[in-house]
């Protein structure tokens, strides 16, 4: 059964960085690219970036300079830090998986709360 | 990027009513794929590649659209329909999202 989950600090003071965890289940890493997203409460979804089965990653133009994702591929986890956070970061923050053989998002994990504030 | 428009925002339908929401593109895309979501859950794949139900999606909702124009049909409202509604594209990079139809039952 494929999950994801994810894992994070909850509250990120103002211009700190965050860092969140996503663990999977039921498959590899190296075949198929996890995407963060995020939801600010109340809002819509905003895809933040891919990284890929090899290891290449791709990023949301506008949070680029701020965004980092990485993986450890034998632990099954994907990593997102995004540096210099402010209000408007606050979200709920999901990984989802990457369709086999479409370019949506098949499944999806529980999400993890990150609220800026001081 | 591609820019979602979906319309309505917020729309409300009775038990067994015909419910029509719509995504338009502001360049033409291949594909267009829906999530439904309910408050305080993470988004489900609910239909992907235009037309296709994802497993357990009843019949009642259907897919349609090409180009810049897609929409999301559910033939007989029913309470558990009651989400939200948000259309993607991945045609080309980056991602995009709609910002969602909020359907809300009578």
């Known amino acids: 059964q494929v999950q994801l989950k994810e894992s994070g600090p909850g509250l990120v003071a103002p211009s700190q960085s965050l860092s969140i965890t996503c663990t999977v289940s039921?498959?590899?890493?190296?075949?198929?690219?996890v995407s963060w997203i995020r939801q600010p409460p109340g809002k819509g979804l905003e895809w933040l970036g891919v990284?890929?089965?090899?290891?290449?990653?791709y990023y949301n133009s506008a949070l680029k300079s701020r965004l980092s994702i990485s993986k450890d591929n034998s632990k099954s986890q994907v990593f997102l830090k995004m540096n210099s956070l402010q209000t408007d970061d606050t979200a709920m923050y999901y990984c989802a998986k990457k369709a086999q053989l479409g370019w949506y998002f098949d499944v999806w994990g529980a999400g993890t709360t990150v609220t800026v504030s001081s | 990027q591609i820019v979602l428009t979906q319309s309505p925002a917020i729309m409300s339908a009775s038990p067994g009513e015909k419910v029509t929401m719509t995504c338009s593109a502001s360049?033409?895309?291949?594909?267009m794929h829906w999530y439904q979501q309910k408050s305080g859950t993470s988004p489900k794949r609910w239909i992907y590649d235009t037309s296709k139900l994802a497993s357990g999606v009843p019949v009642r909702f259907s897919g349609s659209g090409s180009g810049t124009s897609y929409s999301l049909t559910i033939s007989s409202m029913e309470a558990e329909d009651a989400a939200t509604y948000y259309c993607q594209q991945w045609s080309s990079n980056p991602p995009t999202f709609g910002g969602g139809t909020k359907l809300e039952i009578k």
């Open positions: 360049s033409s895309v291949s594909y």
């Open positions: 990284i890929w089965g090899g290891g290449s990653t």
């Open positions: 039921g498959f590899s890493l190296t075949d198929y690219g």
